[in-house]
Nanobody, 115 residues
Framework: QVQFVESGGGLVHLGGSLRLSCVVS????????MGWYRQAPGKQREYVAR???????MYADFMEDRFIISRNNAKNMVFLQMIDLKPEDTAVYYC?????????WGQGTQVTVSA
């Protein structure tokens, strides 16, 4: 059974930073592209960033170079470093394989940015 356990969210002020972590189990992590996604209140879940097994990265257009995705294949972990956070970044953040294959998501981690 594939599991995604996200952590690292919290409440920060405008311009603050957070580093999200995700531990993945139940899949061949070192050969799997991974992604971060987010869902803001009242909105659909959206793609944020993805990282290939070799470390190649891609970001959603709205990132504006504020987020950095990384991975540690030895620990089956994927990270999202976020800087210069804005209120519109408020959302529940999830990690999952990229592209998404099914609707089995972890619990996510809440990020709240106050103005």
């Amino acid at each position: 059974q594939v599991q995604f356990v996200e952590s690292g969210g919290g409440l920060v002020h405008l311009g603050g930073s957070l580093r999200l972590s995700c531990v993945v189990s139940g899949l061949s992590f070192s050969t799997q592209s991974m992604g971060w996604y987010r869902q803001a209140p009242g909105k659909q879940r959206e793609y944020v960033a993805r990282i290939a097994p070799n470390g190649q990265v891609m970001y959603a257009d709205f990132m504006e170079d504020r987020f950095i995705i990384s991975r540690n294949n030895a620990k089956n972990m994927v990270f999202l470093q976020m800087i210069d956070l804005k209120p519109e970044d408020t959302a529940v953040y999830y990690c999952k394989e990229a592209p998404v294959r099914n609707d089995d998501w972890g619990q996510g981690t809440q990020v709240t940015v106050s103005a």
